[in-house]
């Protein structure tokens, strides 16, 4: 594979595959890696965060809940 060509995959994602882990809460970092928690809902994450247990993922997504409803509530 030319070097060349390396990445460009990610060129034609949102911010270039970047954003906030909501795991580790790490900012502007690639969000390669697809977790999916204990329900069956799948979440991007980082290289860090792709070999961390489900309890993590499940804390994760009901944090990423919770703001959700805090959100619909204010509006």
């Known amino acids: 594979m030319a070097k060349s060509k390396r990445g460009r995959s990610i060129w034609n ?9 909501p795991v580790c809460k790490a900012t502007r970092i690639k969000l390669l890696y697809t977790r999916t928690n204990s329900n069956g809902k799948s ?7 792709s070999a961390i247990d489900a309890s993590r993922i499940d804390a994760a997504t ?14």
Do not use: F
């Open 43 to 49: 979440l991007k994450v980082c290289k860090r965060c």
């Open 13 to 21: 994602m949102p911010s270039h595959g970047r954003g906030t882990c």
């Open 62 to 75: 009901a944090e990423i809940k919770s703001v959700e409803t805090r959100k619909a509530v204010m509006s």
